[in-house]
């Protein structure tokens, strides 16, 4: 039977990537998106299904319970991908109640709502209810050079405002499963990197300098390791999960990719050399510039995704070199998307995250 899904955050970066995602293989499905189109949220994102029959946008906050509970009620949700959060470490050290606020309020008014919700969705038989709540690696903490990776079990301990707010709203998932039956599904994923992603996270912001010319800031010595993970695998793999997972279960999704951030800067400088033209500054490695590291910067996350490989037969598709290929390409290829971001607001916000003072 077709899903009746609700996407919240569909207008952020893995959100857009995932409606896009769904839109294209489930053509039939209706889908909702409710966003606050706060300042990573982009409408225009979405601009090319806003003629499809089966897709909704509204604006809205997922704290608004009255608004959520009508939207359930409306469009008949059987399926909620959760997407929505504030995701960005720098912005949660200089200002963390708006992330208690979205992170865990909003996640635990979705979660009352739709325990209200879908007893009388799921009475139809034929008809499969989950509540996806998608969140992050960083709720384990750092690992050591030497630690293996993430696991489904690995003890929680974050060390950021964001990463704390993030395994609040674990935990109530897990809590709404095991007290009130909800079927919820937890997923921790990687880093993500791809297309639509907003100027201050460190792929695009590289891609974005290189462009015009900046200064490609890197935190203290550069040598943080993430595990990453293309967005287009993610969708499928949040797919898989809505179709395939087990309610109650975590699922670990990891791209296999673990890098350096210097090393990563690097590949992208030489890729952007290789791919652009008419750069203000070539090679584009004299633009990387050390700087202050971040308060509580976690060394390394790595994640184990051999559950979700093993269990329902997901694995990454695309390697790090494609992916990064493709990602340099959509910027070069975009600006017309990215260039309007680089407001005001967001300058003074790389200012007080960058200075070396």
């Known amino acids: 039977m077709e899903s009746r899904l609700l996407v919240t955050g569909g207008a952020g970066f893995i959100?857009?990537?995932?409606v896009?995602?769904?839109?294209?293989?489930?053509?039939n499905h209706q889908v909702v998106v409710l966003d606050a189109l706060t300042y990573a949220g982009n409408k225009e994102?979405?601009?090319?299904?806003?003629?499809?029959?089966?897709?909704?946008f509204v604006q809205g906050d997922i704290c608004d319970r009255s608004l959520v509970d009508s939207l359930l009620k409306e469009e008949d949700i059987d399926t909620v991908a959760h997407l929505a959060a504030e995701s960005h470490v720098d912005r949660s050290i200089l200002g963390p109640s708006a992330f208690v606020q979205t992170n865990v309020v909003g996640t635990f008014t979705l979660l009352e709502a739709f325990k209200n919700h879908y007893p009388s969705v799921g009475q139809n038989?034929?008809?499969?209810?989950?509540?996806?709540?998608?969140?992050?690696?960083?709720?384990?903490g750092s690992l050591g050079p030497e630690d293996p990776a993430f696991t489904e079990t690995t003890p929680?301990?974050?060390?950021?405002?964001?990463?704390?707010?993030?395994?609040g709203s674990d935990h109530l998932a897990r809590a709404y499963y095991h007290t009130y039956g909800v079927p919820t599904i937890i997923t921790n994923c990687s880093n993500n990197y791809g297309p639509y992603h907003f100027p201050e996270k460190l792929i695009p912001l590289?891609?974005?300098?290189?462009?015009?010319?900046?200064?490609?800031?890197?935190?203290?010595?550069?040598q943080n390791?993430?595990?990453w993970l293309y967005v287009i695998d993610h969708c499928q793999a949040l797919d898989t999960i809505i179709h395939k997972g087990k309610p109650g279960e975590t699922y670990n999704i990891g791209g296999n990719n673990e890098v350096k951030n210097i090393d990563l800067v690097k590949i992208l400088c030489k890729i952007m050399d290789s791919l652009g033209s008419d750069l203000p500054v070539q090679p584009c490695e004299k633009l990387i510039t050390f700087v202050k590291d971040r308060p509580g910067h976690d060394r390394r996350y790595a994640i184990d995704a051999t559950k979700i490989n093993n269990e329902l037969g997901w694995q990454p598709s695309v390697t790090i070199e494609e992916g990064l290929c493709q990602t340099v390409e959509?910027?070069?290829?975009?600006?017309?998307?990215?260039?309007?971001?680089?407001?005001?607001?967001?300058?003074?916000?790389?200012?007080?995250?960058?200075?070396?003072?």
Request: aromatic letters at 16%; hydrophobic letters at 30%.
């Open 15 to 18: 959100g857009s990537n995932f």
């Open 20 to 27: 896009h995602h769904w839109c294209k293989t489930h053509p």
């Open 45 to 56: 994102t979405l601009a090319d299904l806003q003629d499809r029959e089966n897709f909704r």
């Open 125 to 140: 038989a034929n008809r499969r209810c989950i509540f996806l709540h998608v969140s992050t690696d960083e709720v384990y």
């Open 156 to 167: 929680y301990a974050p060390n950021s405002p964001y990463s704390a707010s993030k395994a």
């Open 206 to 222: 590289m891609c974005i300098n290189m462009l015009l010319g900046k200064q490609l800031p890197v935190y203290g010595d550069g």
């Open 225 to 227: 390791i993430r595990d």
């Open 330 to 357: 959509w910027y070069l290829n975009n600006r017309n998307w990215w260039e309007p971001l680089l407001s005001e607001e967001y300058q003074t916000y790389y200012r007080k995250v960058y200075s070396n003072s």
